[in-house]
């Protein structure tokens, strides 16, 4: 395919997919935004700043394989790839296909990640596979799937919260993860529930204070006041959902008072919030990370489902429940089978007809698909060890900054017998590879990303990639020939990708069987489900708002979630006095292996900081601008001080983008949600110290 000159596509960052158009003269790429309904025209400083990525100076351009001496030396692909097999091979003979591991990424393409899923499951025939989205959205995906019968981000269109009212935001800071969202917020009088003041908290009517880990209890207490002040939404309880009186038993306990010394959220604002919601015609629920990266996550996105619910949002047009997807692909990457426990079309891995289906399309039999593997962190923490992978292959990840207790994933990584990164700049997980692999770059391939409100969208080339780069669909292709398959089993071409995506994902939950590359060419905007009609009717237009008529479990009712408040799973004592939570700013992106790449990005955020609040930082012996330490039970991660009088005394907050002995996830907590597996990133106890300068 030449290089164009110009085209229109997507933002590679975050989940809102701004609308992008890139033109490519005299050597420079440059990016402009587009009128698209998620961004209407504008974009973040990582959006305008996303070309730099493109030719950036440490850029991956050829294979690289560990020698004898252990260093990394470049390579040619049937070398690389040779090795990769050889090893896996052997590997699997010696330890069953188990032995081998695959982890990937929410940036990934749909038909990446579609291909990938089938390559571990059939290729490899592996049940050790996940992604990097267990960290981002797999509490509200468990609670959605739970509520309504299916998760998807937003049910509905972004540009519908640009009529609200009343928007709820719990645990979201959409000011600096996804700006250009906050043209659809400002019309609304915001409630932000956040222990930080945050960009968005400083724009919000109102904002909730909440200590760290309690969020679960303050959702009960605002569900309790919404009975309690005379907010019910009875019609719309008999009609629409079921469960209710087990929900408000566990709920009846937490009376104001009891949420006020819990959470020390003032019962005035618990008051005014459930009475902003309540009297407004339209107004949304909206949770982030803030809510789900706890042990709790779960059940704590569950009790903000069951205040919208007892308010009678969901489902109701100019109304609603929400989740705000993190990663670019982070709704399709789950949805088409990375996974643990899914395959594509959001079908479970353990249902019989399910299997069934997926293998009739992969032409193998059920029996050869394997069952459920481990959640991302049990698979890091089983690594190398007896009955765990024994190699992992890594795919737009970086899990040595990003999981929690990361010293201790990357002893994990390092004791492999084999660890493969496919990336495009050599993140901190690709140095500790014995092969990396280098591959394109979001302007220089095609393929399909699913956004928040899971609307398909087109990634459009503009470029030809440096000579020795390969897409991942040619790594897949070239390592599962080598393993003995056949290689029209593995296409190379995305749109051949996305034909058996189509036919794989028919009648799932997430039916993307009516969708095709000319569609989404054409213009149309096509939100799944959007099933595959007779050629007697007209093309399935796709489903914009989800539940306008019924819910998706069989009865058509959604369900409440009987759910109560219990303690994080670390609380401060004398020996970690304070609270830490981690999250993003606006300069960065999750690990910063892209953005501290980039000099605009990363002369605005340098290097890794703690907000603490000026009376802690005294008593604590330090001032602005000092080196801290910053220490948990499990580790201790090294920052620059910053003074936050808005800050709780009793919490510090360190961003997640940073590598080495700045990495954030040196202290956080791996206890996991039971049901979703998330890790308890947003909360562990610790102290703070500090440390000399170096000389």
Not at 160 to 173: K, R, S, V, W, Y
Not at 564 to 584: F, K, M, Q, S
């Amino acid at each position: 395919m030449p290089d164009r000159q110009s085209t229109a596509t997507h933002c590679p960052y975050c989940a809102l997919q701004c609308g992008t158009h890139l033109r490519h003269s005299d050597g420079v790429t440059t990016v402009q935004p587009s009128d698209f309904p998620t961004n209407q025209g504008g974009l973040c400083t990582k959006g305008w700043t996303a070309p730099s990525l493109l030719d950036t100076a440490s850029r991956l351009r050829s294979p690289l394989v560990r020698g004898p001496d252990g260093e990394l030396a470049p390579s040619d692909w049937d070398t690389a790839l040779d090795v990769v097999s050889d090893r896996i091979a052997r590997i699997r003979d010696e330890h069953g296909p188990d032995a081998v591991g695959v982890f990937g990424g929410g940036g990934l393409t749909n038909e990446k990640a579609y291909l990938l899923g089938k390559f571990a499951r059939v290729a490899l025939g592996t049940s050790q596979i996940d992604y990097n989205g267990r960290f981002c959205m797999s509490s509200a995906a468990v609670a959605g799937t739970a509520a309504f019968g299916v998760d998807r981000g937003l049910p509905f269109p972004v540009t519908d919260l640009g009529q609200a009212e009343t928007i709820l935001l719990a645990g979201a800071n959409p000011a600096e993860t996804m700006p250009p969202l906050m043209r659809h917020l400002s019309r609304a009088k915001l409630i932000v529930i956040d222990p930080r003041r945050t960009r968005t908290a400083e724009s919000a009517a109102l904002h909730l204070q909440p200590v760290p880990g309690t969020d679960l209890a303050l959702a009960l207490g605002l569900l309790h006041l919404t009975v309690t002040e005379g907010l019910l939404d009875k019609d719309y309880l008999a009609e629409r959902t079921t469960g209710f009186e087990d929900a408000w038993e566990r709920a009846l306990s937490w009376w104001p008072e009891r949420v006020e010394r819990v959470t020390g959220v003032p019962v005035a604002e618990q008051r005014e919030a459930v009475h902003m919601l309540g009297a407004a015609e339209r107004a949304y629920v909206l949770t982030g990370r803030g809510a789900e990266q706890h042990s709790k996550g779960t059940d704590t996105v569950a009790a903000f489902i069951d205040l919208a619910l007892a308010l009678g949002l969901p489902g109701r047009e100019g109304s609603g429940y929400g989740c705000l997807t993190g990663q670019s692909n982070g709704q399709g990457g789950r949805e088409l089978g990375q996974k643990a426990d899914q395959l594509p079309g959001y079908r479970s891995i353990t249902d019989p007809e399910a299997r069934a289906r997926i293998a009739e399309v992969w032409g193998v039999a059920p029996e050869a698909l394997p069952g459920p593997g481990r959640s991302a962190y049990e698979l890091f923490d089983a690594l190398g060890t007896a009955g765990g992978p024994r190699a992992l292959l890594v795919f737009d990840s970086n899990p040595a900054v990003s999981a929690p207790r990361s010293d201790r994933v990357t002893e994990r990584l390092a004791s492999l017998d084999l660890l493969v990164v496919a990336d495009f700049v050599p993140s901190e997980t690709a140095q500790l590879a014995d092969v990396v692999l280098p591959v394109t770059q979001w302007a220089e391939e095609e393929g399909t990303m699913t956004n928040l409100e899971g609307r398909v969208l087109r990634r459009r080339r503009l470029l030809s990639p440096p000579p020795e780069v390969r897409s991942d669909l040619d790594i897949l292709h070239g390592l599962a020939v080598r393993l003995g398959e056949p290689g029209h089993r593995f296409p190379t071409e995305p749109r051949e990708v996305f034909a058996e995506l189509r036919r794989a994902t028919m009648g799932g939950k997430a039916d993307y069987s009516g969708i095709t590359y000319d569609r989404l060419d054409a213009g149309e905007a096509l939100h799944w489900p959007c099933p595959l009609l007779p050629e007697s009717r007209a093309p399935h237009p796709g489903t914009p708002r989800l539940f306008l008529d019924r819910f998706a479990h069989p009865d058509g009712r959604a369900r409440f979630a009987a759910v109560d408040h219990r303690a994080p799973a670390e609380t401060t004592d004398d020996a970690y006095p304070l609270y830490a939570t981690t999250g993003r700013v606006l300069a960065q992106y999750q690990t910063g292996a892209q953005t501290r790449r980039v000099p605009e990005l990363n002369e605005a955020v340098p290097e890794p900081f703690v907000e603490i609040h000026p009376d802690t930082a005294e008593r604590a012996g330090l001032r602005h601008d000092d080196r801290a330490a910053v220490i948990s039970a499990r580790g201790r991660t090294v920052a620059r001080v910053r003074l936050d009088g808005s800050l709780r005394t009793d919490t510090v907050f360190l961003p997640f983008h940073f590598p080495g002995d700045g990495r954030a996830n040196l202290i956080t907590n791996t206890v996991l949600d039971p049901q979703s597996k998330m890790p308890e990133f947003k909360v562990c106890a610790v102290r703070i110290e500090p440390i000399s300068e170096p000389a």
